[in-house]
């Protein structure tokens, strides 16, 4: 063979072997960088699994804090319920013993009619009683119509005032639970859709 020949196949042999070795470099260099992609998305999936636990952390707690208002809600009508129920029991009560009191007041003024037909010479004096009598009766029944009055308009502003707190908390806080919720699963669910994963399955 020409010696030409022989250093073209020299050179034709030193370039075949150069351009495998490229080859090489770059296959084992696409193939670090899928190593490293896949390495990368591992550890972004499971930042996203964490992420949604933690979102389902935070919704179970403010379900919970939910529960509890209710729970307390249930307890100031509980309450409410045993004032009024007490309250008409007292208001039951102060009626029985105005009717007994009008009852013995109005026996007595009988007994004093009949002590002044009776008693021609002590008419004045039965009479004068009688007169009292009947007013303090009046007087006494104008106190107690009163005092269940008083009584009532109390209890109302405080049972009022009590739901009228416990309903605005309640109106206050659950709209904002529920927009942080919501927030949360959306912006959970849109970060799992970008990495082609369906939250469903997760």
């Avoid at 049972?159 to 806080?173: M, P, S, T, W, Y």
Wanted: hydrophobic share 35%.
């Amino acid at each position: 063979m020409p010696p030409k020949s022989k250093e073209k196949g020299r050179k034709a042999i030193a370039q075949k072997k150069k351009n495998n070795s490229d080859v090489d470099v770059e296959a084992e260099a696409k193939h670090r960088l899928l190593l490293l992609e896949k390495e990368l998305l591992r550890d972004q999936l499971a930042l996203r699994r964490d992420e949604a636990r933690q979102a389902k952390a935070a919704k179970d707690q403010l379900k919970q804090r939910l529960q509890g208002l209710s729970a307390e809600l249930e307890r100031a009508q509980s309450e409410t319920k045993a004032i009024y129920a007490e309250m008409s029991r007292q208001r039951q009560a102060l009626q029985e013993k105005m009717e007994a009191h009008s009852k013995q007041l109005e026996e007595q003024a009988r007994d004093l009619q009949n002590q002044l037909e009776t008693c021609q010479k002590k008419a004045k004096a039965a009479r004068e009683e009688a007169e009292q009598a009947l007013g303090e009766r009046d007087q006494i029944l104008a106190q107690l119509r009163a005092h269940v009055a008083d009584m009532e308009a109390k209890y109302e502003e405080i049972l009022h005032g009590n739901l009228d707190q416990l309903l605005a908390k309640v109106r206050a806080e659950k709209p904002q639970w529920d927009g942080d919720i919501l927030k949360l699963h959306a912006r959970h669910k849109e970060q799992l859709q970008e990495f082609g994963l369906n939250p469903l399955d997760i």
